[in-house]
């Protein structure tokens, strides 16, 4: 799928070429838990984030991933992330991907990547157990 070629044709950026001053990123920083309420807010299902900064294979330092049961839902989940994002951090997405066919949108923020899919998809490409040496943590309510 797209979603998977677009992230291994890229690098995550090092702190030293991001902005000035910017911090590492940890679960408890601003534009992670910002994400995850938006995807709660627009009642995103089986919300994980996977902590990627020990893999140094990792296209990301976080991946936070979630499924919706219908295209229109994906799409509301996509677009509330990116409004809130840009809304309480400044920050639009380095690029995204899925809104054509709406099975899976990706959001990539450079060092947090956002994954939005339908449940059939998510257990396709099981990206948490393609990642599974990253620590896992859900953010259900």
């Not at 902005?19 to 938006?38: D, E, H």
Request: glycine share 4%; net charge neutral.
């Amino acid at each position: 799928m797209e979603q998977l070629a677009i992230l291994t044709n890229r690098k995550k950026k090092s702190l030293s070429e991001g902005q000035p001053g910017a911090k590492r990123l940890t679960r408890n920083s601003k534009i992670i838990k910002t994400i995850i309420a938006a995807i709660q807010e627009k009642k995103g299902e089986n919300i994980v984030s996977l902590d990627l900064r020990k893999i140094n294979e990792a296209v990301a330092d976080f991946f936070i991933v979630c499924e919706a049961g219908n295209q229109p839902q994906i799409r509301a989940i996509a677009d509330n992330v990116q409004y809130k994002v840009k809304e309480k951090c400044e920050e639009n997405p380095f690029h995204h991907e899925g809104y054509n066919n709406l099975h899976w949108v990706l959001i990539d923020y450079v060092n947090v990547v956002v994954h939005v899919l339908l449940p059939e998809n998510r257990k396709f490409y099981r990206l948490e157990e393609m990642w599974s040496d990253a620590v896992s943590q859900e953010h259900n309510e």
